[in-house]
């Protein structure tokens, strides 16, 4: 038997790289707003928004896919799309799709939130938001050299939950600039009191070599933040996010932690198509990422040549499974392990699995392999023994 690949539902990402400027922790792909107006002008649709839309249509002709079972817009600063453009964007985007996506989510900074631009997003299907909060204090905001203020904020988010059936997510970060204890404190006060449904916590990550000193003083602030989250009903299911009561998972972003189909258009987006081991081939994937030079990326007819293609080996693979399905509380699923390797992880890493068990670091189940939540800080320790064991797993044949 062959291994043809059938029609198949999976996760779209959009990336809008636009934004009114660039805050000092990032490094997410983003250009100025200013320089390209050009492009994201016009009522009927403009010329970036449709250039998108023709990269969705053909990637799912591409790779078979029929239904776009999540669709994640984020950036950059997708809400500096105009009302028009979302207009035209969103009823374009699941064109002849049957039903729709079990989440639709859009990413939102607090300074342009428009009700309008809301009401017109959400009658086209968008059930969720994710608010770019950070920090409410002004002083911190300034220092980082992200706009908006903590007033414009709350405004934001009170525009939000006028919207009975759209999902809050919020996005907060420990570590920042001048940020203490106390202001981490206020700032998960004040977001609690619009009672999101997910909240995502991230411990502050910079291309600069941090001293001993720093790191400490941010790991004990996102410390403080999870013993508060948890303390009101939040539940860590991977380890920078949280889930109210633990009904709220992020069901797009578990497709990247889970390693399952995702497609990925707009500058700098990336996309992933995986393949199980069959008779005729082994496990990998296909990754691609849309070059970030705007105008190839708008301009070129051929579209193949503005994505950059590249074959993950069986070995990457099972290396970034590890890697990411780790990251979640509920861990691998090894019967999901053997669809996809044709074996079980004790074959590859029995070694790892059993000295992290004995240091009460991780649990073994008969169907899940997890590290236990006080062992998420060192995950990178863990995945180091892993690879280890994986790479002489495979120099010795398999």
């Known amino acids: 038997a062959g291994c043809t690949e059938p029609m198949k539902k999976a ?92 989440e639709f989510t859009i990413e939102v900074n607090p300074d342009n939130v428009c009700e309008s631009w809301l009401k017109t997003a959400v009658s086209l299907g968008l059930n969720r938001v994710s ?84 790191s400490d003083r941010i790991d004990t602030l996102w410390l403080h933040g999870k013993d508060t989250l948890e303390k009101n009903g939040y539940v860590l299911y991977e380890v920078s996010n949280f889930s109210y009561k633990d009904l709220y998972k992020s069901v797009h972003n578990c497709k990247y932690w889970q390693l399952t189909d995702y497609g990925g258009v707009g500058p700098g987006a990336v996309g992933s198509m995986f393949f199980d081991k069959c008779s005729e081939k082994p496990a990998g994937a296909l990754r691609f990422s849309a070059c970030k030079r705007i105008e190839k990326w708008l301009t070129s007819s051929l579209r193949d040549s503005v994505y950059e293609y590249e074959n993950v080996s069986e070995k990457e693979l099972m290396e970034e499974t590890f890697m990411m399905n780790l990251r979640l509380a509920e861990g691998l699923d090894r019967n999901a392990f053997i669809k996809r390797f044709g074996i079980d992880i004790e074959a590859v890493i029995k070694k790892t699995m059993e000295r992290w068990e004995k240091r009460g670091y991780a649990y073994i189940c008969n169907d899940r392999f997890a590290l236990t939540s006080c062992a998420f800080i060192f995950l990178n320790s863990f995945l180091q023994d892993a690879f280890e064991e994986i790479d002489r797993y495979y120099r010795k044949g398999c």
């Open 131 to 214: 608010v770019g909060i950070q920090s409410f204090s002004d002083t911190v905001l300034r220092a980082e050299k992200r706009r908006g203020s903590g007033k414009q904020t709350i405004f934001a988010l009170e525009r939000i939950k006028k919207f009975d059936n759209l999902l809050l997510s919020c996005d907060l970060i420990a570590g920042l600039k001048g940020q203490t204890q106390a202001i981490l404190k206020d700032d998960i006060d004040a977001v609690l009191r619009f009672a999101p449904q997910h909240l995502s916590l991230y411990s502050l990550c910079t291309a600069k070599k941090l001293s001993e000193e720093d």
């Open 11 to 102: 996760g779209l990402y959009i990336h809008i790289p636009f934004c009114t400027q660039k805050c000092s922790y990032c490094d997410f792909f983003s250009v100025k707003h200013g320089q390209f107006l050009h492009f994201l002008s016009g009522k009927n649709g403009s010329a970036f928004v449709r250039r998108l839309i023709e990269d969705v249509h053909l990637q799912a002709e591409k790779y078979a896919i029929d239904e776009w079972e999540t669709v994640y817009i984020g950036g950059g600063t997708p809400s500096l799309l105009s009302e028009w453009d979302i207009d035209f964007l969103f009823s374009r985007i699941l064109k002849g799709q049957k039903k729709p996506p079990k």
